[in-house]
């Protein structure tokens, strides 16, 4: 059965006892990897945390604000904001590099993302949760925007919802979106398939990327790449990794922003995901015939699934005329050989 969710239940209660909720909601794991919340006068203004900070700040600039050349930025404009990336959007907007909506569906994409991510890490562990609560004028003062807020944050928290039971309910709770997938036994593969398509899966697969930014490289849904690849785990042909974050936007000789890596891996056997078979909307061979280019600039947009947009994300009473979304029982009972992260 669909286990409750005390990250729900407590962001249910916080709102039902304040109307005009301000204040930052912490959430921190046993490893200390953390997230913060940023509420002000009952909208979420901002979300940060996690394990891959600098990398989805990348995803979300190609894919919302693709217009954006960080050659162009004065990085050192952020560097005395506690929030740089949220001053960063700020300072876009102020050049009319970007519009509000770009920024907004920005922030609601972070936000969905992010508890997305708390949901599947509560689903195997305990969780700490911490409401600090602040004045508007704290807020404000830090540089957030009422008027840069995604309109529904309800809807935002409803497909966050439907996006992990939809994953966990494919036998997928144990693996991270946040994993990198690499080749192995890469000559026995070579075989089996085209030159073409070997050519790209080697390319593309070389546990550089998350299965996020994979996502984004090949225009499809994360579930979409990750159902696809399954079976190649289970021919023994993949692997999956943790990789590390990219370090923060530094300023080099030229003036002009970099990005560097961290030299950290630690990979994770397949067998600990209990995946179900599904048959992919698009087969995986005409993915990888037509692969993006390498180049993060010529990455497509993604097509962003608006789901639930009407249903409230506070759980129905029983009794209730409204229909509920029919969403899949995550199997109980199963325990993994290995934690992912």
């Not at 993302?113 to 949760?129: A, P, R, T, V």
């Not at 966990?168 to 075989?191: D, F, H, V």
């Not at 993604?302 to 409204?322: D, I, R, Y």
Request: glycine share 4%; aromatic share 10%; charged share 20%.
């Amino acid at each position: 059965m669909i286990r409750s969710s005390k990250l729900i239940e407590e962001l249910t209660t916080l709102q039902q006892q304040q109307q005009q909720l301000t204040g930052i909601f912490k959430i921190q794991s046993p490893n200390n990897r953390y997230w913060q919340l940023y509420f002000c006068l009952g909208k979420l203004v901002w979300a940060d945390g996690g394990s891959h900070i600098y990398r989805s700040w990348r995803r979300y600039i190609t894919l919302f604000c693709p217009e954006v050349d960080f050659s162009d930025i004065n990085v050192r404009d952020t560097a005395e904001s506690e929030h740089p990336h949220y001053h960063l959007l700020v300072v876009l907007l102020q050049r009319k590099i970007v519009k509000t909506e770009q920024i907004k569906f920005l922030i609601a994409q972070k936000i969905k993302e992010i508890i997305f991510d708390i949901l599947q890490l509560e689903h195997k562990q305990s969780l700490q949760y911490i409401y600090e609560p602040q004045s508007s004028y704290f807020l404000l003062k830090a540089g957030f925007s009422i008027s840069l807020s995604p309109d529904n944050f309800a809807a935002i928290v409803t497909q966050a919802q439907l996006a992990w039971y939809t994953w966990a309910g494919k036998g997928l709770a144990a693996c991270s979106p946040n994993l990198a997938p690499s080749l192995k036994n890469a000559q026995q593969l070579r075989q089996e398939l085209s030159p073409l398509i070997y050519h790209n899966m080697a390319r593309l697969l070389n546990g550089q990327h998350s299965l996020r930014e994979l996502a984004l490289k090949m225009n499809m849904d994360v579930f979409e790449l990750t159902c696809v690849l399954m079976p190649y785990f289970f021919k023994g042909y993949l692997k999956l990794a943790e990789i590390p974050d990219l370090c923060p936007i530094v300023i080099n000789k030229e003036g002009d922003p970099a990005l560097r890596v961290l030299p950290h891996r630690q990979e994770h056997s397949f067998a600990d995901c209990d995946y179900k078979e599904r048959t992919p909307r698009v087969p995986l061979h005409l993915r990888f015939a037509k692969a993006a280019p390498t180049t993060d600039g010529d990455a497509q947009r993604l097509a962003e699934s608006e789901v639930a947009q009407n249903v409230s994300w506070n759980q129905k009473q029983p009794g209730s005329k409204t229909k509920s979304p029919q969403l899949p029982e995550l199997e109980s009972g199963r325990t993994a050989t290995k934690e992912w992260t």
